[in-house]
């Protein structure tokens, strides 16, 4: 019995010793991009071959580039996963800013990467393609307008790349066939247009069905009125669209600085479609007008036509607001959550979840962000306000994920981005 006894005890032991020693989930966050002027609104896509971009708009001086105006849209690329990091390096020397970038790898292939972004006074949306892990880029443009446009979302597989766009009430997306080499653009609410809208996201899955997700502002209440979150199908190759609602929002609560417009803490949609077809919907909510916002999640298997009840994914308590919602989706059932919330006001923090079973149960809730000496917008608690209304997530070739945000003291600056890895 002693001789056993001893045993169990050895064995207790290492297992504790191995739990001890296990490393963290996610790694401790690690600032990406230029360390001069301020960087925000990241996008993040991975490869089947453990390269990993970030795509991202840089607010200040671009070293060894006269002819770059503000923003200019970097790319980041690692060739580990993002253990380590080439040089941020222009993507194109252009006379006007760029804004809202986009990036994607093709599901398809896993290799052939995607670009997108507003310049020309944002009345152009443009798209690149790379063959070759981002070393060299080709270029397109979608979209030319007479008018400003806002928030483009880039869906690619194959042969078709599907960019999203908004111009105040109106919702369009440009279409493209043959790989990005020329796009025709098409209206999708054209029988729902009650008010602003805002694009969220866009996702195509392997079938071949686009989605496209938007948040419609009443014209009568403004940013202070009820919010309509829409998602759209097409199954056409994007000709015609099928927009049905998901859920309704009261008015979110404004900005802390005047600088900030009232719906930049607004109910927004992030969408994903996982190796099966399963599609998936993570999105920010409120009942009380002005009031906080929680973040939802559903899944539909009938592509949009039907919903799962909502379920909210935070441990946060009742009043706590949530804003900037993100998701990405793998293999079947495999799906993964981020969000924004101030539990810890005033400051903020990034929060993730995931699930195997496509959201009939869900994993612990991990905090991202974390302490990061230096930096007078980040504290113990968390950092002092999101800096940009969206953020990416991406799922590299050995199922970690990568998640890439910004931080910053206030909406105008200074801010930079932030990315951390785990699963």
């Not at 690690?30 to 002027?37: A, C, I, Q, S, Y």
């Not at 060894?64 to 990091?85: E, F, H, Q, V, Y």
């Not at 766009?165 to 098409?186: C, I, L």
């Not at 804003?323 to 993730?352: K, L």
Request: a neutral charge.
């Amino acid at each position: 019995m002693k001789s056993a006894y001893s045993k169990l005890v050895v064995v207790l032991l290492a297992l504790a010793s191995l739990a001890w020693a296990a490393p963290p989930r996610f790694s401790t966050q690690k600032r990406v991009g230029l360390t001069t002027g301020d960087q925000w609104e990241p996008a993040v896509a991975a490869d089947g071959a453990g390269h990993l971009y970030v795509l991202y708009p840089h607010y200040g001086r671009v070293p060894d580039c006269k002819d770059c105006r503000i923003p200019t849209m970097l790319l980041l690329a690692s060739n580990d996963n993002g253990k380590s990091w080439q040089a941020p390096r222009v993507m194109l020397e252009t006379g006007s800013g760029q804004y809202d970038a986009q990036l994607v790898v093709d599901p398809a292939d896993r290799r052939t990467v995607y670009a997108a972004w507003l310049q020309s006074g944002k009345r152009a949306v443009v798209v690149a393609k790379s063959v070759d892990s981002g070393a060299t880029w080709a270029y397109a443009i979608a979209v030319r307008s007479a008018v400003e446009l806002d928030k483009p979302a880039l869906a690619v597989r194959g042969q078709s790349v599907y960019v999203g766009f908004n111009h105040e009430e109106d919702v369009w997306v440009a279409v493209s066939q043959d790989a990005g080499r020329s796009f025709a653009a098409t209206r999708v609410n054209t029988d729902n247009r009650p008010g602003w809208s805002l694009l969220g996201a866009a996702t195509v899955d392997a079938a071949g069905n686009v989605y496209v997700a938007w948040a419609s502002y009443s014209k009568a209440g403004g940013a202070r009125g009820m919010v309509n979150l829409y998602v759209a199908r097409s199954a056409d190759g994007g000709r015609t669209w099928n927009p049905s609602l998901l859920d309704a929002s009261a008015a979110a609560p404004g900005c802390e600085t005047e600088e900030c417009s009232e719906a930049y803490l607004g109910a927004q949609v992030a969408l994903a479609t996982d190796v099966g077809g399963t599609l998936y919907a993570a999105w920010s909510a409120g009942s009380l007008k002005m009031g906080p916002q929680r973040i939802y999640f559903s899944s539909s298997t009938n592509h949009g036509e039907n919903w799962l009840p909502r379920v909210s994914l935070s441990y946060a308590e009742p009043g706590v607001e949530h804003a900037f919602p993100a998701i990405v989706a793998g293999s079947n059932g495999d799906v993964r959550v981020a969000w924004m919330d101030a539990r810890n006001a005033p400051y903020w923090n990034t929060y993730y979840r995931s699930s195997s079973n496509g959201g009939a149960t869900w994993g612990e809730e991990i905090r991202l962000s974390s302490y990061v000496p230096g930096y007078r917008y980040i504290a113990k608690k968390g950092f002092r306000f999101p800096f940009g209304d969206y953020f990416g997530m991406a799922i590299d070739n050995h199922e970690d994920t990568h998640v890439v945000w910004g931080e910053g003291l206030n909406y105008q600056a200074p801010g930079s981005i932030w990315h951390a890895t785990g699963r």
